[in-house]
């Protein structure tokens, strides 16, 4: 919290920040200004509505300084080469179109169409751990155009749509400016396109999913599909490697890659070394693929290592939802979307970085018959001590109970008078 102090031009809205860190990682049913609020002690919502909405708040500063922290953590005393980038979306259902980006849009995180709101997400992982380390909001093209509901949401003149490809080019280039170095970029098909790709190339190497008709050109100059280059494989060329453990023993997969051709070459640099890279299912047959490209020739086993990773920021969005409220919300405009995002993710920066702390200080678990510590185990363990339990006294439980239910008593004759305005007839008519 002392580093993202100077974010803020008053003491009550910094203190109000650490109240939210707080509220986030106490145990709760839910987390929203309501909760919240009751949780730390407050005596209603109004402090952290005021601070979503109105407070003075460089909420453009707080995820930089976080991820740079996050950063300097966790690669410490690393090269370059053994960080990776991961970049990927997130959706998070709403029940209403008013919610800034909300609409009604294909999702994988949701299983299909539904009304919610996208983000591109940017995860930094390392050996010791990983950690989102940005996050864009993806406005559709029908909001985008809409200045009624631009100015509604709040949303600055200068935001124009960006497809999600465009959205992680800048998360990309902006960790990059921010001094955030890594070896490799990963991420899955909606991210395998040409135009991110070059951008890619004049920072890192990358191993990015394509899809199966994606054409790729041989070092002979045939062009053909990645599904048809696969075809040319022999039994042979592919190798059984391990990719990790899971709980119920041993992942496997048969790897293979195919030396290409790049297509990417940014004007005035030398063209690399690109493969296409092959993940063959042992049961089923399914293959996956990937474009590969590296400055210089580099083994099989990092590519697929490079490969596995892009799974980790799937872990970071569950842990970011289930643990410190990511998707919680309940916020309509652009500004507090962005500084319920940047809180949330100052708390589970906070984790990440303890864990990989305690995960570096147990030398070796496995003597004791433990797992590395989890965050959500090591969650468990710092509430009731760094992190204080949520305020049960009955006197404010009281108090809270009133508040709620004048709020909502409110809210109802509003609306009932509302409904009885709207059903007069005109006068006159």
């Not at 974010?7 to 509220?23: I, S, Y």
């Not at 003075?56 to 996050?70: F, K």
């Not at 063959?280 to 697929?304: F, M």
Request: charged share 25%; hydrophobic share 40%; with cysteine.
């Amino acid at each position: 919290m002392s580093r993202v102090a100077a974010c803020f031009a008053r003491r009550e809205p910094r203190l109000t920040c650490r109240d939210m860190v707080n509220g986030f990682l106490m145990e709760l049913e839910d987390h929203n200004c309501w909760t919240m609020s009751e949780a730390v002690g407050h005596s209603g919502p109004h402090k952290m509505q005021h601070f979503l909405s109105r407070a003075s708040v460089d909420d453009g500063q707080m995820p930089d300084i976080t991820a740079g922290w996050v950063a300097s953590q966790l690669t410490a005393g690393l090269d370059a080469s053994d960080v990776v980038l991961i970049a990927d979306e997130t959706a998070d259902e709403k029940s209403s179109a008013d919610c800034v980006g909300a609409a009604r849009q294909y999702s994988g995180t949701v299983g299909g169409t539904a009304m919610c709101q996208v983000q591109v997400t940017l995860t930094l992982a390392a050996p010791g751990g990983h950690a989102l380390v940005g996050r864009a909001l993806y406005l559709p093209e029908g909001w985008a155009a809409d200045e009624e509901r631009r100015e509604l949401a709040g949303i600055p003149d200068d935001v124009m749509f960006a497809t999600k490809p465009e959205l992680a080019g800048r998360l990309l280039q902006h960790a990059h400016d921010l001094g955030i170095r890594a070896g490799f970029t990963a991420g899955d098909e909606v991210y395998g396109g040409l135009g991110l790709r070059k951008g890619i190339r004049e920072r890192s190497g990358y191993v990015l999913a394509v899809r199966s008709n994606y054409r790729v050109t041989l070092p002979s100059g045939r062009r053909l599909t990645v599904k048809n280059a696969a075809g040319l494989l022999k039994p042979g060329m592919w190798q059984r490697m391990r990719t990790g453990q899971a709980t119920k023993g041993a992942k496997d997969y048969h790897w293979a890659m195919i030396e290409i051709t790049p297509d990417d070459t940014p004007e005035g640099h030398d063209d690399g070394h690109a493969v296409l890279l092959l993940r063959k299912h042992r049961y089923t047959g399914t293959v996956s693929y990937y474009l590969c490209w590296t400055p210089e020739p580099v083994p099989l086993a990092t590519l697929i290592k490079v490969a596995v990773t892009r799974w980790k920021i799937e872990e970071d969005h569950q842990i970011s939802k289930q643990v410190t409220g990511l998707d919680s919300g309940q916020v309509t405009t652009w500004t507090s979307w962005h500084r319920w995002t940047a809180v949330s993710l100052i708390a589970h920066a906070f984790l990440t970085v303890a864990a990989a702390f305690q995960r570096a200080r147990d030398s070796d678990p496995g003597l004791l018959e433990l797992i590395p510590v989890t965050v959500p185990e090591l969650l468990r363990q710092l509430r009731g001590t760094i992190i204080p339990d949520p305020r049960r006294d009955r006197p404010h439980r009281a108090a809270w109970t009133r508040w709620r239910r004048r709020h909502q008593y409110r809210a109802q004759q509003a609306h009932q008078r509302w409904h009885a305005y709207a059903d007069e007839a005109p006068q006159g008519a």
